[in-house]
């Protein structure tokens, strides 16, 4: 072996500072230009940085159009229910989360994929009988987003695909890409109510598609998919070995003329990631409490899927454990009322929304059955000043002072914006009246149509 020699070097009888070198095999480590390197500063951000990119961040936090100065900016762009204040959330959630803090108890870290008895709650909570749950199969998680990270960093590798809607939420591609996992978009159709192209879904299908995901009820749509259909989707999966995850974090927003369906409770064989939270059904986005619901009743993700998950977990050490300590009390105590009372908030909205735009030459709202959105159709050919949907939101945001998202920009899907139906009533009925003035205002009769404008 080679002799290690420790060599000192100074200047003066006291140095300020001590050189230490290992000489190794008489070779001297004093540090020098390293080999192949080059010495000059150069720091880039990572191609995972560079990759990801999220649409509707981008557009709301950095929109470069100016408002009317003479009008009150009215933002129906973003799905954040408390951002106007008529909208809080439960005082029992509120209640739990101080007597949480109060307790002392949750000050350190949990394990990392959250308390147990957290996660037992959360079992007993989704449990059902088509549906079983305990707590070894749920896994909490920083929000929902962070539980639709991890669902796609188990399932898919580089290089790998998955199956996203379009229109959808552009999240799903924001994550996906930053992993170097591929996107392939699957149809929705706006005339079914927004169903999915099941042909051209299955169509996209190859051996390196790693999941589908089923996003239900839908942001942007609104949409609620009916037990028929969802049983269509989980026989494509099954016809071709595909596992789903399922975002139904707006699973308990549906309006009482429709019955929402979770889908690992129709699924008999293929296996499903469900992701949920506290965001949408408790109204505290800013909160960050979601999970991962594992549904394996055939076995076939196994221990590795699972035990992937908790590695995953590892990451960051688990959500906030204060709002794990409330879980118990927000989902045992707060009442029945404060969920019917949003649900018929929301579905008065919808219907307020709907009916006001639906009246507009050149627009197409498609009716939404839950959620916090509705998507409204631009005959654009009626518009022919606007090249497209994102020219038709800046000049509605520059003469109304109204933001809507361009569905181009932020679902891929053209000729169509999103609508926030959260706001109060008073500013919707306002909103509405903006785009119906601005519509009249740039509507033009299209070609060979004049006998149906003249009606």
């Given at each position: 072996?080679?002799?290690?020699?420790?060599?000192?070097?100074?200047?003066?009888?006291?140095?300020?500072?001590?050189?230490?070198?290992?000489?190794?095999?008489?070779?001297?480590?004093?540090?020098?230009?390293?080999?192949?390197?080059?010495?000059?500063?150069?720091?880039?951000?990572?191609?995972?940085?560079?990759?990801?990119?999220?649409?509707?961040?981008?557009?709301?936090?950095?929109?470069?159009?100016?408002?009317?100065?003479?009008?009150?900016?009215?933002?129906?762009?973003?799905?954040?229910?408390?951002?106007?204040?008529?909208?809080?959330?439960?005082?029992?959630?509120?209640?739990?989360?101080?007597?949480?803090?109060?307790?002392?108890?949750?000050?350190?870290?949990?394990?990392?994929?959250?308390?147990?008895?957290?996660?037992?709650?959360?079992?007993?909570?989704?449990?059902?009988?088509?549906?079983?749950?305990?707590?070894?199969?749920?896994?909490?998680?920083?929000?929902?987003s962070q539980a639709i990270e991890m669902c796609l960093a188990v399932?898919?590798?580089?290089?790998?695909?998955?199956?996203?809607?379009?229109?959808?939420?552009?999240?799903?591609?924001?994550?996906?890409?930053?992993?170097?996992?591929?996107?392939?978009?699957?149809?929705?159709?706006?005339?079914?109510?927004?169903?999915?192209?099941?042909?051209?879904?299955?169509?996209?299908?190859?051996?390196?598609?790693?999941?589908?995901?089923?996003?239900?009820?839908?942001?942007?749509?609104?949409?609620?998919?009916?037990?028929?259909?969802?049983?269509?989707?989980?026989?494509?999966?099954?016809?071709?070995?595909?596992?789903?995850?399922?975002?139904?974090?707006?699973g308990d927003m549906v309006f009482s003329d429709c019955k929402y369906?979770?889908?690992?409770?129709?699924?008999?064989?293929?296996?499903?990631?469900?992701?949920?939270?506290?965001?949408?059904?408790?109204?505290?986005?800013?909160?960050?409490?979601?999970?991962?619901?594992?549904?394996?009743?055939?076995?076939?993700?196994?221990?590795?899927?699972?035990?992937?998950?908790?590695?995953?977990?590892?990451?960051?050490?688990?959500?906030?454990?204060i709002v794990q300590g409330a879980l118990k009390s927000i989902l045992?105590?707060?009442?029945?009322?404060?969920?019917?009372?949003?649900?018929?908030?929301?579905?008065?909205?919808?219907?307020?929304?709907?009916?006001?735009?639906?009246?507009?030459?050149?627009?197409?709202?498609?009716?939404?059955?839950?959620?916090?959105?509705?998507?409204?159709?631009?005959?654009?050919?009626?518009?022919?000043?606007?090249?497209?949907?994102?020219?038709?939101?800046?000049?509605?945001?520059?003469?109304?002072?109204?933001?809507?998202?361009?569905?181009?920009?932020?679902?891929?899907?053209?000729?169509?914006?999103?609508?926030?139906?959260?706001?109060?009533?008073?500013?919707?009925?306002?909103?509405?009246?903006?785009?119906?003035?601005?519509?009249?205002?740039?509507?033009?009769?299209?070609?060979?149509?004049?006998?149906?404008?003249?009606?």
């Amino acid at each position: 072996m080679d002799p290690y020699v420790i060599q000192m070097s100074s200047k003066g009888n006291l140095p300020s500072i001590l050189d230490v070198h290992v000489n190794v095999g008489g070779r001297s480590s004093v540090p020098g230009k390293m080999k192949g390197r080059n010495t000059r500063w150069s720091v880039r951000p990572s191609d995972m940085a560079n990759k990801t990119f999220n649409p509707i961040r981008a557009i709301v936090d950095n929109m470069k159009v100016k408002p009317n100065p003479n009008k009150t900016m009215i933002s129906l762009s973003i799905g954040d229910p408390t951002v106007f204040g008529n909208l809080p959330t439960d005082p029992e959630v509120t209640q739990a989360m101080k007597d949480a803090l109060d307790s002392g108890k949750y000050n350190g870290y949990a394990p990392s994929i959250g308390f147990l008895s957290s996660r037992e709650e959360i079992a007993s909570y989704y449990h059902c009988p088509e549906a079983p749950l305990e707590a070894k199969d749920v896994i909490l998680t920083s929000g929902c987003s962070q539980a639709i990270e991890m669902c796609l960093a188990v399932l898919a590798n580089p290089g790998q695909n998955i199956l996203v809607p379009r229109p959808g939420f552009s999240l799903y591609r924001t994550l996906a890409e930053s992993m170097g996992i591929e996107v392939k978009l699957y149809n929705l159709l706006p005339e079914k109510s927004w169903e999915i192209d099941l042909k051209q879904l299955e169509s996209l299908i190859d051996e390196k598609t790693a999941c589908l995901i089923v996003n239900n009820p839908s942001n942007p749509c609104g949409s609620v998919f009916s037990k028929r259909h969802l049983q269509k989707i989980l026989a494509v999966a099954a016809r071709q070995c595909v596992p789903i995850l399922a975002d139904e974090i707006y699973g308990d927003m549906v309006f009482s003329d429709c019955k929402y369906e979770p889908l690992a409770t129709l699924s008999t064989d293929v296996p499903v990631l469900s992701c949920g939270g506290l965001a949408k059904r408790w109204l505290v986005p800013g909160w960050r409490m979601g999970w991962i619901l594992i549904h394996d009743r055939r076995d076939i993700f196994g221990n590795e899927i699972r035990d992937g998950l908790a590695k995953l977990s590892q990451r960051i050490l688990g959500p906030c454990t204060i709002v794990q300590g409330a879980l118990k009390s927000i989902l045992r105590r707060t009442p029945e009322e404060f969920y019917h009372n949003t649900l018929s908030f929301l579905k008065s909205s919808a219907d307020l929304c709907y009916g006001a735009l639906a009246a507009i030459p050149g627009l197409r709202p498609v009716r939404p059955s839950g959620a916090m959105y509705l998507m409204v159709g631009i005959e654009m050919e009626h518009f022919p000043e606007f090249e497209n949907d994102v020219e038709f939101t800046e000049r509605l945001v520059a003469e109304q002072s109204v933001h809507c998202l361009p569905a181009t920009q932020c679902f891929e899907y053209p000729n169509f914006i999103r609508v926030v139906i959260t706001v109060p009533k008073v500013m919707m009925l306002e909103a509405c009246s903006r785009i119906q003035e601005f519509c009249e205002q740039h509507y033009h009769c299209a070609e060979g149509s004049q006998e149906e404008c003249d009606k």
